[in-house]
């Protein structure tokens, strides 16, 4: 069987944040769009880093316990995850992150995922093989391509985003 190249294997979708949250929608027409249940942007990158969760074990010196202090589970803290290359068919990524930045919506935040495609079965469209869901996502850093007549970049070099959960999600489990 032949291999397929897929150049952008992961597809970023990014909805409103859930109300259960605590989340608050903004008024403009791109949270109206996201709070009726469509999708507020959403991309294919080639390359996605940065899907890391770090947890800081407490340690408790015991008096008495002489074989060593008790470990505890500590705070989590997430990395950035980091989008290259990507490519969008619509403007509303820049569109979050310049609404995102601006003082009447600071810090408007949404869910995402990053579903990884696998190669595609009998021509058809590459399936999902594994979902990764973000909560409370932010976008903190948007950089386009270098602007050059003899250059063939994508729409989007890098798209840098903060949060505050991750999931793995398998098909069928």
Known sequence: MTELFIPFRFLVTLFSADKADGATAADTPEANRAESGGILCGGQFSEVTGLEVTMTPKTITEGGRNWG?????????????????????????????????????YGYRLRGEISVLGNPRGGGEPAPVMTFKLTN????????????????QVAIEELQLVHEGLELVRPGG
């Open 69 to 105: 202090a008790l470990q505890r589970s500590g705070p989590t803290s997430f990395s950035a995850v980091t989008l290259k290359r990507g490519v969008t068919t619509i403007n509303d990524l820049w569109a979050w992150f310049d609404v995102t930045t601006r003082g009447a919506n």
């Open 137 to 152: 996502v932010l976008p903190v850093k948007f950089k386009g391509p270098d602007l050059s007549a003899t250059a063939n």
